[in-house]
Nanobody, 122 residues
Framework: QVQLVESGGGLVQAGGSLKLSCAAS????????KGWFPQAPGKEREFVAA????????YYADSVKGRFTISRDNAKDAVYLQMNSLKPEDAARYYC???????????????WGQGTQVTVSS
């Protein structure tokens, strides 16, 4: 079964940090663009960060620029999201995604993970 498996979510105080990880299972995603899409209750899944297959290009939503950093390790076929200076409005279920095109919205996603929950207390 082809899967993207997220980990690293949890409860953190506002201003704190978390690092999310996403590992591939069942096939390789080394040549895919990868990204992160949080979804809060009652809201649509939205783009926050993406990284090219080589890691040479990264893209961020304005709301997280300067606070979040996306990175990847193709040897491990993994992608990460370092989240600093977390705010209550960052709380959501964070989904890892992979696609072969420009991954700046849900339309470009071919594979989704099951998500990991991030809770930020004020």
């Amino acid at each position: 079964q082809v899967q993207l498996v997220e980990s690293g979510g949890g409860l953190v105080q506002a201003g704190g940090s978390l690092k999310l990880s996403c590992a591939a299972s069942g096939r390789t995603f080394r040549t895919y663009v990868k990204g992160w899409f949080p979804q809060a209750p009652g809201k649509e899944r939205e783009f926050v960060a993406a990284i090219s297959w080589s890691g040479g290009a990264t893209y961020y939503a304005d709301s997280v620029k300067g606070r979040f950093t996306i990175s990847r390790d193709n040897a491990k076929d993994a992608v990460y999201l370092q989240m600093n200076s977390l705010k209550p409005e960052d709380a959501a279920r964070y989904y890892c995604a992979a696609g072969r095109g420009l991954l700046i919205n849900v339309n470009g996603v071919e594979y989704w993970g099951q998500g990991t929950q991030v809770t930020v207390s004020s």
